[in-house]
């Protein structure tokens, strides 16, 4: 939608929304991700992740062709909300599926290529809508909203020839299915490999403990031991959204605009660019996340977005002339310099972002809960993310109008004390196992205070795991 903002048919059919009615229309697709992703645990447990992922295909195709359809402003808040529903249960569910079939080897990879798939997503709409843009009619914003479509019923039947999660399939007495399913990802079918005899016995063992502390309802989330770690998932998702990330996607055109890029179409390839800056600053991570560790990653993250945004902040408050436009936008009136420089910041937050906290903000929920609350939990944790977009995406175009630079100020100060909070509270991850998490996360809330424990935790697995194997 970011680009779709600044088309001047989509303007003119919708009557120039202002900064509250655009940030309507952009936090309404993110309010319908709320409720999708409360929802998505309940389906996910009861119905399996596969078939949850192909039922939220469907949802958001309706959404989809009810926003390009639109024949007013209501019409097309209703479609994006529907949409949104669909996007919720996707971005709750997808995680989970990916974390349970992956080895813990390649898991922070393999759940880092949802960000990765992402971050092409928008890329190619970003580039998308710069094309449409030549179209003189209202085809320039009904063309990119159709188009997402297509990749809906991609995933759709592809979802098809995916399997079932071995630990959901086991968890609902399939054991067999799940056998088959262990021995297809990891050894090419072979049913008698010792790696997935060994994993089969481990799943089969954490759900049988699983169901004698079953987690029964929400409510039951909030008791210790478990109310830890929705806690600090929660948390995490809170402050990925306090980046300011969903401000630069939804309002980059815009912002490029104020910051002194003229013209419609300079704004516009201004964003594309982006796109390609935040696709490619993902690949380091796919490729070395499960190296880098999750602490020393978001902390890292944390500290240059909050470097970017300061050094955005002071540029811009210390050069600007604000003025009002006929149409009631805001221009900044910067110098060349400063202008320049304070784009190239967007362009290294975005690097900044991508590398970090982009992939590990979907990580680290989907590996730390226990089967048994694995999809609640992540169901509150997502809930909490797509709820602060919903807040900041309605309410940022509002704080671009009237304080400008203060934002950036206050997403810096967010982001210096995030990598505090990081240092003191999120233990590391990387490597383990899901059965591994139980014994990461039952001693103190101080993330640097069990190392020792943890380390004769690894020494006597180490021990029993030669043990076996010399039998």
Not at 440 to 466: C, L, P
């Amino acid at each position: 939608m970011s680009s779709i903002l600044e088309m001047d048919y989509w303007k003119e059919y919708f009557h120039h929304p202002g900064s509250v009615g655009v940030g309507v229309i952009v936090s309404l697709l993110t309010a319908g991700c709320f409720v999708g992703s409360l929802c998505a645990g309940w389906l996910a447990d009861r119905y399996s992740r596969k078939i949850t992922i192909m039922v939220a295909c469907v949802v958001f195709t309706l959404g989809a062709s009810i926003q390009c359809g639109s024949r007013n402003r209501a019409m097309l808040i209703c479609g994006r909300f529907i949409a949104g529903l669909g996007v919720g249960v996707l971005s709750m569910t997808v995680p989970v599926f990916q974390s349970e079939i992956a080895p813990p080897e390649i898991r922070g990879r393999l759940v880092s290529l949802q960000q990765w798939a992402i971050t092409w997503g928008l890329l190619i709409a970003f580039w998308i809508d710069y094309g449409c843009h030549f179209i003189k009619s209202d085809a320039s914003w009904r063309i990119p909203i159709g188009i997402q479509i297509v990749p809906a019923a991609i995933l759709f039947f592809s979802m098809i020839f995916m399997p079932f999660s071995p630990r959901w399939l086991i968890d609902h007495d399939r054991v067999d299915e799940a056998h088959k399913v262990l021995a297809r990802l990891r050894a090419s079918g072979n049913m008698d490999a010792p790696e997935v005899l060994e994993e089969l016995e481990e799943i089969k063992e954490a759900v049988r403990i699983d169901r004698e502390t079953a987690v029964r309802s929400y409510a039951e989330l909030l008791r210790v031991p478990i109310r830890r770690r929705v806690v600090l998932g929660v948390v995490l998702r809170v402050l990925e959204q306090f980046t300011g990330i969903n401000v630069i996607m939804y309002y980059a055109a815009s912002i490029f605009k104020q910051s002194g890029l003229t013209g419609d179409n300079s704004s516009l390839l201004a964003q594309g660019i982006n796109g390609v800056v935040n696709m490619l600053a993902t690949i380091p991570a796919i490729l070395w996340v499960d190296r880098w560790g999750r602490r020393k990653t978001l902390m890292f993250g944390a500290l240059g977005c909050g470097v970017t945004y300061f050094i955005q902040a002071v540029a811009t408050g210390a050069t600007q002339n604000k003025t009002y436009n006929e149409d009631g936008d805001v221009d900044l009136n910067m110098p060349t310099g400063p202008s320049y420089l304070v784009i190239v910041m967007m362009y290294l937050f975005v690097v900044s972002f991508a590398m970090s906290w982009g992939p590990i903000g979907w990580i680290y929920p989907s590996e730390i809960f226990p089967m048994r609350i694995r999809s609640k939990a992540n169901s509150i944790t997502t809930a909490s993310n797509w709820l602060f977009n919903f807040v900041i995406g309605l309410v940022a175009p509002i704080l671009i109008k009237r304080i400008t630079w203060g934002l950036d100020l206050i997403f810096a100060i967010i982001m210096f004390a995030t990598v505090f909070i990081i240092f003191f509270f999120y233990p590391e991850t990387k490597g383990r196992s899901l059965e591994d998490m139980e014994v990461i996360f039952s001693g103190s809330v101080w993330a640097n205070k069990d190392k020792k424990r943890i380390k004769e935790y690894d020494e006597t697995t180490k021990h029993h795991i030669e043990e076996k194997a010399s039998v």
